[in-house]
C-alpha cells in the first residue's frame, strides 16, 4: 500500500515524544564543558545508537532551586534513570561531585530531573523503522548521490511504496539537502537528462557544487551533472598544458572545459542543451575564466566542422558523451584527406559505454567500426568506472593527422 507524503511526515511527527533524564546542576557555568568532556560516555547522546549531533548540547539552562539565577545541567544519558545504573568509574566521580568538600558549604552539583523532547532524528533509522513496525519493510538508502543541496536517490520497486518516508528521514539527517529526489527513469534523450520526482523537501532544482577549484551554478532538472566523474575531469586536465587549444564537444555546463581555462588553456566548449550552454557562460563568469572560454550551443558534428573549418589549431578533442560520442567520429573522416595543403595533429578523448566481456577491447572495437585503425595514432584505453556489473564507461584517446585549411590568423 502506497504511503502518501502527507502520512509519511505524520508518521515520523507521531514519534516525537517527552522524556524524563537525570542531570547534574553544576555550581559554576564553566564546570559545564569539562564535566561533559570528563563524563563523555554517559551524557546525553553518548552511543552509536543515539544521534548525538542532534542533541550536541548537553549543558542546558535550568533554574535554580528556591527562584535562585538560573544554572547549567549537565544531561544524563536517558537509559540511566537512577544512579545506581551508571557504570564505574563515572559513578564514582558524580557522587563526589554530589558531596560537599573541603568544608565547603554546597557540592560542586546537585543531581536533578529534566524533561527533554526527543523526535524521530534522535535514533537511527533502524530504531525509527522499528518503532513504526516497519522492519523488513523500510529500506532506507546510507549512501545516495548529492549534488548541492539536491539528494538524488534510485530507488528500487520495493521501495517506492515509502518513497516519502524514506525522503522525509533523509531530508531530516542531513541539514545540508533541501531537495530529495528519486529518478524516475534512465537518461534517454540528447540532453543527457531524466524524469525525477520530489520526495521530500522544496521544489527547486537550483544549486551549487565545487569540483576541484572550480564553482559550477546548474538546475539539476535541467542539465547533466554526475559528481562521480570528477576523478575523471581531474585525469583529462591533468594532460593539458597552458595555452594548449581545447574543443569540448559535450561539455555540459563545463566540468572540463572550466579548469582546462584555469590552467591556462583556450577553450571552446560547446553543447547542444540550450540550458548548459547558459550556465556554462554564468559558470565562465563565476570562475573568471569567460576571457578563455569561447561558448557554443551547436550539434556536435556542426562544432567539429565549424573548428576545422575556421583552421583553428587545436591540441585535444573531448568528446563525453558515452551514449553515442563513437556515431560523431565520423565528422573527423571528412578531414582525414590525402593530400592536403596543411594537416593538423590533434588529440581525440572519445567516451562509449561497453557491455562486453572484454570492454576496453570492445571500445576500442567501437571506435574502429567509424575510423580506420591506421588513422588512430598513439592509441591509450581508460577504464573510467562501472555503471553496473555488466556495464563500464570507458576513454579511448588517440590522434588524428587532420587536413585542415590555413591556419586562422
Known sequence: EMLEAGEARALLAGLTERARVLGLRVRAPQQCAPLVRQLQRVVLGAGPAFRSNVHATKCVVDSADNGGAPRKVVLLGQSFQSLEQLP???LEQIRKLLEPQNHEAEPQAVLVEHWITLDHTCYSVDEVTEKLHLKGALDVPSAFETVGTVAHLNLQDAQLP?????????????????????????????????EMEVIAGEHNFETQVSEGQC????????????????????????????????????????????????????????????????????????NHVQDKVKCFCMDG????????????????????????????????????????????????????????????????????????????RDLAVTYVRDLSPKKAEICVSFELDLCVPPKAK
Open 88 to 90: 564505574m568509574p563515572e
Open 162 to 194: 515509502y518513497r516519502y518516508l524514506i525522503g522525509e528521514i533523509i531530508l531530516s539527517r542531513n541539514k545540508r539537502i533541501k531537495t530529495v529526489v528519486n529518478k524516475l527513469g534512465a537518461i534517454d534523450n540528447k540532453f543527457r537528462t531524466f
Open 215 to 286: 564553482t559550477f551554478r546548474l538546475n539539476y532538472a535541467d542539465v547533466f551533472w554526475n559528481s562521480r566523474l570528477q576523478t575523471e575531469h581531474a585525469r583529462i586536465v591533468s594532460l593539458l598544458k597552458p595555452n594548449d587549444i581545447v574543443c569540448d564537444v559535450f561539455a555540459g555546463i563545463g566540468p572540463f572545459a572550466l579548469p582546462a581555462a584555469k590552467r591556462g588553456c583556450i577553450v571552446y566548449a560547446n553543447d547542444l542543451n540550450p540550458h548548459s550552454f547558459h550556465y556554462l557562460q554564468e559558470n565562465a563568469k563565476l
Open 301 to 376: 558534428r556542426d562544432f567539429v566542422r565549424y573548428v576545422l573549418n575556421a583552421g583553428i589549431s587545436a591540441d585535444h578533442f573531448l568528446m563525453n558523451l558515452p551514449a553515442s560520442a563513437v556515431e560523431f567520429l565520423d565528422v573527423f573522416a571528412e578531414f582525414l584527406r590525402n593530400p592536403c595543403d596543411r594537416v593538423m595533429r590533434a588529440r581525440v578523448h572519445c567516451y562509449t559505454f561497453s557491455k562486453d566481456p572484454s570492454p576496453t577491447e570492445d571500445a576500442v572495437r567501437q571506435v574502429h567500426q567509424v575510423l580506420r585503425p591506421q588513422d588512430t
